[in-house]
């Protein structure tokens, strides 16, 4: 993902998360933090929208809201 901005104060968050994962490939089930206010006051607030653009089959996908970080779960869904 590349990108780390530091956010010193508060984090609050609304309206829509767009996960695309029209060109991405994923090998695995993991998290990814999309947001880590842990220098700041923490995160304020929920996502209203959360769209999987192109989610492969077999994969699931939630978001997690914790006092200062956001993550983004990925799960493969396995039935034995």
């Known amino acids: 993902f590349g990108q780390l901005k530091v956010i010193t104060g508060s984090a609050a968050i609304d309206g829509t998360l767009a996960v695309d994962f029209s060109n991405s490939s994923i090998s695995g089930e993991g998290e990814i933090i999309i947001l ?37 779960n990925l799960n493969l869904n396995i039935f034995l």
């Open 36 to 72: 880590d206010n842990t220098l700041g006051t923490g995160v304020v607030g929920t996502f209203a929208t959360v769209d999987f653009i192109d989610l492969p089959s077999g994969f699931s996908a939630s978001v997690e809201y914790f006092s200062n970080y956001v993550v983004l």
